[in-house]
T-cell receptor, first 111, second 115 residues
Framework: QQPVQSPQAVILREGEDAVINCSSS?????VHWYRQKHGEAPVFLMILLKGGEQKGHDKISASFNEKKQQSSLYLTASQLSYSGTYFCGTAQKTSYDKVIFGPGTSLSVIP | DGGITQSPKYLFRKEGQNVTLSCEQN?????MYWYRQDPGQGLRLIYY???????QKGDIAEGYSVSREKKESFPLTVTSAQKNPTAFYLC??????????????FGSGTRLTVV
């Protein structure tokens, strides 16, 4: 079951913040977040394994609400380099050996 | 440097032909995966393998086949039975079945076009 991502696309000015949401109708084992630049391979950002877990590096962080089967990715003080498509990937508790990816959120940061 | 190598980068296939996409990793990862990416649809799982000589179908396996004869190699064959093969194909690997801690490492992809 593919997770749902919102918004589909967002345009930010440098320095602004953004939140990308990911939700599933199934009980989740883990949530992955990746960023993909146009024509390149997706790059792993972080994985959340426990409900209530929050992780982050630099100005990008994420949270995982296990009860609601939702995760959010937070980008603060956005930089031009943050532009790309962000994918969440979810592994369900009943089939945690494979990750199903959402449709992606296109993020464009402009000067 | 360790990583995943996919080849070729671009591939053109004639109607009715089988083609094979190469995926090699030197990360000593156990699990390997093939995803297909179409515009606006994200990544869809074709096949995955957890150990040598064993693999499982993903959500869109019809028209594709794989083999895992060596730990480091996981080639994907797009057969003539795949009616709409034009897409960007991504190979990935992870240290364990669950992709925990380090997530998936992706190759740079193969863009397949039917001519």
């Amino acid at each position: 079951q593919q997770p749902v991502q919102s918004p589909q696309a967002v345009i930010l000015r440098e320095g602004e913040d953004a939140v990308i949401n990911c939700s599933s109708s199934k009980a989740l084992y883990s949530v992955h977040w990746y960023r993909q630049k146009h024509g390149e391979a997706p790059v792993f950002l972080m994985i959340l394994l426990k409900g209530g877990e929050q992780k982050g590096h630099d100005k990008i962080s994420a949270s995982f609400n296990e009860k609601k089967q939702q995760s959010s990715l937070y980008l603060t003080a956005s930089q031009l380099s943050y532009s790309g498509t962000y994918f969440c990937g979810t592994a369900q508790k009943t089939s945690y050996d494979k990750v199903i990816f959402g449709p992606g959120t296109s993020l464009s940061v402009i000067p | 440097d360790g990583g995943i190598t996919q080849s070729p980068k671009y591939l053109f296939r004639k109607e009715g032909q089988n083609v094979t996409l190469s995926c090699e990793q030197n990360l000593n990862h156990d699990a390997m995966y093939w995803y297909r990416q179409d515009p606006g649809q994200g990544l869809r799982l074709i096949y995955y393998s957890q150990i040598v000589n064993d693999f499982q179908k993903g959500d869109i396996a019809e028209g594709y086949s794989v083999s895992r004869e060596k730990k480091e190699s996981f080639p994907l064959t797009v057969t003539s039975a795949q009616k709409n093969p034009t897409a960007f194909y991504l190979c990935a690997s992870s240290i364990d079945l669950r992709g925990t801690e380090y997530g998936y490492t992706f190759g740079s992809g193969t863009r397949l076009t039917v001519v």
